[in-house]
């Protein structure tokens, strides 16, 4: 059983920038990949961002070129990087750990609103 920890949401301005983390333990687990997905009211849950095997990045249209994820495996963390916030942003972010045995997991969500 994998436990996720995220932290770093909150709200900020347009323009602004936050930094969501998601630390992942348990034991007898390697993870495959990592990521974060947000989810906007009314809306369904879309992948924000996520990281395979340390080389191998994925971001959706909308964030490309202002969230930076990456991964420090010592710490089994994942960061997301969110810089020039919109409005638009504003969504609850989960976190999300797949193992190398296929198994996902999932944090419980940190709410992010970006407004002036």
């Known amino acids: 059983q994998v436990q996720l920890v995220e932290s770093g949401g909150g709200s900020v301005q347009p323009g602004g920038s936050l930094r969501l983390s998601c630390a992942a333990s348990?034991?007898?687990?390697?993870?495959?990949?990592m990521g974060w997905y947000r989810q906007a009211p009314g809306k369904q849950r879309e992948l924000v961002a996520d990281?395979?095997?340390?080389?191998?990045?994925h971001y959706a249209d909308s964030v490309k070129g202002r969230f930076t994820i990456s991964r420090d495996n010592a710490k089994n963390t994942v960061y997301l990087q969110m810089n020039s916030l919109k409005p638009e942003d504003t969504a609850v972010y989960y976190c999300?750990?797949?193992?190398?045995?296929?198994?996902?997991?999932w944090g419980q969500g940190t709410q992010v609103t970006v407004s002036s």
């Open positions: 990281i395979i095997s340390d080389a191998i990045t």
């Open positions: 999300n750990v797949v193992t190398t045995a296929r198994v996902r997991y």
């Open positions: 348990g034991s007898d687990f390697t993870i495959y990949a």
